[in-house]
């Protein structure tokens, strides 16, 4: 197939290609991957400044995303790839095989680097999806990061740069510039731009962005980061927001209650305990959608008043597809058991047969969805039985519906129970948007056209 890009597409293409280090902050459906893979052609055999490229992804995107873009163009047939998958052995063999860009799943980062220590051989590192590397504590960071400074070239893809806060930013940044413009350490970071939150003596859970530092850090980014918004450039379809609120039984609001107060609940079967606020966040997530692991890992049923809006909300789609996500095992459990005649989201076969609309009841976890995932053809109807604290995985998993090529509006129900941590986590997540948002307009790529020299401009 002939490629013939948008505006948006070989802007995106030029700035990798002039920047030696760039982010490239897209929204799901502008297809990085192809500006990506061009940009890689272009470096490799009309500008010969690089010759061995290794692209670091999710491993659902790494089993075949990227060759599936090189197979569908015209211009990328030349591209060789080598995909480093599977067991150790045959990711050995992969890497001593001839190829133009060699493909890994971020899992395996830190085996590559260990092996490649001394002698890195990539001049060029594509990160698809940066913001993964965002925890400075991770082995694949703390392994990249090793190897930052033989890197000629660095490209981070994401579309979710500062998933929780922009405290997020720095392990992503640094892996790009090699902490030339937010810091070589996240204490420095940390010290320059923000002050200590919230905190149990000396102990900081959270942090607060210092006045104008939020201004600050944007201008640092501006010159190697540039976003766009997919509405800004596609005819993206309308999109429905939905609370279903529920009401927990007395007796299990009562429950709820006590083991929020007192961090235990006793049970005549088990006790329900919570040794930490985090652990208690996660116990009330449970309980909130009706069933909860005890002390001993066995699951507890509460209620199921989110089995019944489920019904409802199925009832109501009048036999049209739909999406659940859910959040933990026994939700899933659970949900099998009452439906019934549904498929929980496992292969490839799947995504074909939900795309041929063979499937009305698709169970699948945010996590498992987050990334590459092209759905659209098979539903427009997606329901959050169980939230996410995670912004990244939200937004990732609506995307599988809501992007270029969904015909039809769509419509997002969030099962709510009132009174309840769930909306604690709708808020949490409405405002870690707005702060996305601001993070994405101060570095955004408008394109204009010269009226003379129609050359694109980033204002």
Same mark, same amino acid.
């Given at each position: 197939?002939?490629?013939?890009?948008?505006?948006?597409?070989?802007?995106?293409?030029?700035?990798?290609?002039?920047?030696?280090?760039?982010?490239?902050? +897209?929204?799901? =459906?502008?297809?990085?991957?192809?500006? *990506? $893979? %061009?940009?890689?052609? @272009?470096?490799? !055999?009309?500008?010969?400044?690089?010759?061995?490229?290794?692209?670091?992804?999710?491993?659902?995107?790494?089993?075949?995303?990227?060759?599936?873009?090189?197979?569908?163009?015209?211009?990328?047939?030349?591209?060789?790839?080598?995909?480093?998958?599977?067991?150790?052995?045959?990711?050995?063999?992969?890497?001593?095989?001839?190829?133009?860009?060699?493909?890994?799943?971020?899992?395996?980062?830190?085996?590559?680097?260990?092996?490649?220590?001394?002698?890195?051989?990539?001049?060029?590192?594509?990160?698809?999806?940066?913001?993964?590397?965002?925890?400075?504590?991770?082995?694949?960071?703390?392994?990249?990061?090793?190897?930052?400074?033989?890197?000629?070239?660095?490209?981070?893809?994401?579309?979710?740069?500062?998933?929780?806060?922009?405290?997020?930013?720095?392990?992503?940044?640094? +892996?790009?510039? =090699?902490?030339?413009?937010?810091?070589? *350490? $996240? %204490?420095?970071?940390? @010290?320059?731009? !923000?002050?200590?939150?919230?905190?149990?003596?000396?102990?900081?859970?959270?942090?607060?962005?210092?006045?104008?530092?939020?201004?600050?850090?944007?201008?640092?980014?501006?010159?190697?980061?540039?976003?766009?918004?997919?509405?800004?450039?596609?005819?993206?379809?309308?999109?429905?927001?939905?609370?279903?609120?529920?009401?927990?039984?007395?007796?299990?609001?009562?429950?709820?209650?006590?083991?929020?107060?007192?961090?235990?609940?006793?049970?005549?079967?088990?006790?329900?305990?919570?040794?930490?606020?985090?652990?208690?966040?996660?116990?009330?997530?449970?309980?909130?959608?009706?069933?909860?692991?005890?002390?001993?890992?066995?699951?507890?049923?509460?209620?199921?008043?989110?089995?019944?809006?489920?019904?409802?909300?199925?009832?109501?789609?009048?036999?049209?597809?739909?999406?659940?996500?859910?959040?933990?095992?026994?939700?899933?459990?659970?949900?099998?058991?009452?439906?019934?005649?549904?498929?929980?989201?496992?292969?490839?076969?799947?995504?074909?047969?939900?795309?041929?609309?063979?499937?009305?009841?698709?169970?699948?976890?945010?996590?498992?969805?987050?990334?590459?995932?092209?759905?659209?053809?098979?539903?427009?109807?997606?329901?959050?039985?169980?939230?996410?604290?995670?912004?990244?995985?939200?937004?990732?998993?609506?995307?599988?519906?809501?992007?270029?090529?969904?015909?039809?509006?769509?419509?997002?129900?969030?099962?709510?129970?009132?009174?309840?941590?769930?909306?604690?986590?709708?808020?949490?997540?409405?405002?870690?948007?707005?702060?996305?948002?601001?993070?994405?307009?101060?570095?955004?790529?408008?394109?204009?056209?010269?009226?003379?020299?129609?050359?694109?401009?980033?204002?």
């Amino acid at each position: 197939m002939k490629y013939t890009p948008h505006d948006y597409q070989e802007y995106a293409k030029d700035f990798i290609i002039e920047k030696e280090k760039a982010g490239l902050m +897209l929204d799901m =459906g502008l297809g990085k991957t192809i500006i *990506t $893979l %061009t940009a890689i052609d @272009e470096l490799m !055999f009309d500008y010969f400044e690089i010759s061995k490229a290794l692209v670091i992804a999710p491993l659902r995107v790494a089993e075949s995303t990227w060759d599936a873009e090189i197979e569908k163009w015209d211009h990328l047939k030349d591209l060789k790839i080598s995909k480093v998958l599977g067991a150790e052995k045959k990711r050995i063999k992969a890497l001593k095989v001839p190829a133009d860009i060699y493909i890994i799943n971020r899992e395996n980062v830190k085996w590559l680097v260990e092996r490649f220590i001394k002698d890195w051989p990539f001049d060029m590192v594509v990160i698809d999806e940066l913001s993964s590397f965002k925890s400075h504590r991770s082995q694949r960071f703390k392994a990249l990061k090793k190897v930052r400074p033989c890197m000629k070239r660095v490209v981070g893809l994401t579309g979710t740069p500062a998933p929780n806060s922009l405290i997020d930013l720095w392990s992503q940044i640094y +892996l790009l510039d =090699g902490g030339e413009r937010l810091g070589r *350490t $996240l %204490t420095g970071y940390r @010290e320059r731009y !923000f002050n200590p939150d919230k905190r149990n003596q000396h102990i900081i859970f959270t942090y607060k962005l210092k006045e104008g530092a939020e201004k600050a850090i944007y201008e640092k980014l501006s010159d190697i980061c540039v976003s766009m918004k997919a509405e800004d450039y596609l005819n993206m379809p309308d999109r429905i927001n939905n609370i279903i609120p529920v009401n927990l039984p007395a007796k299990a609001k009562k429950e709820y209650e006590l083991l929020e107060k007192d961090l235990l609940l006793k049970l005549d079967e088990g006790d329900i305990v919570a040794n930490n606020a985090a652990a208690l966040t996660n116990k009330l997530l449970q309980f909130s959608n009706g069933a909860v692991y005890d002390e001993d890992g066995d699951v507890k049923e509460i209620h199921d008043e989110k089995l019944r809006a489920l019904d409802e909300l199925i009832e109501t789609a009048n036999g049209k597809p739909v999406l659940i996500f859910y959040s933990y095992k026994h939700d899933l459990d659970r949900i099998k058991k009452h439906l019934k005649d549904v498929t929980v989201l496992e292969t490839s076969e799947d995504i074909e047969r939900w795309n041929k609309g063979e499937i009305p009841i698709m169970l699948t976890h945010p996590a498992s969805a987050g990334h590459g995932l092209n759905l659209q053809a098979g539903g427009n109807i997606i329901i959050w039985f169980g939230l996410t604290w995670s912004l990244e995985l939200y937004m990732q998993a609506n995307a599988r519906l809501h992007r270029q090529g969904q015909k039809e509006t769509v419509i997002v129900h969030h099962i709510v129970a009132k009174g309840t941590v769930d909306e604690d986590v709708m808020k949490a997540l409405n405002k870690k948007e707005v702060n996305q948002e601001a993070l994405l307009k101060a570095v955004k790529a408008r394109l204009e056209k010269g009226e003379e020299n129609n050359e694109c401009k980033l204002i």
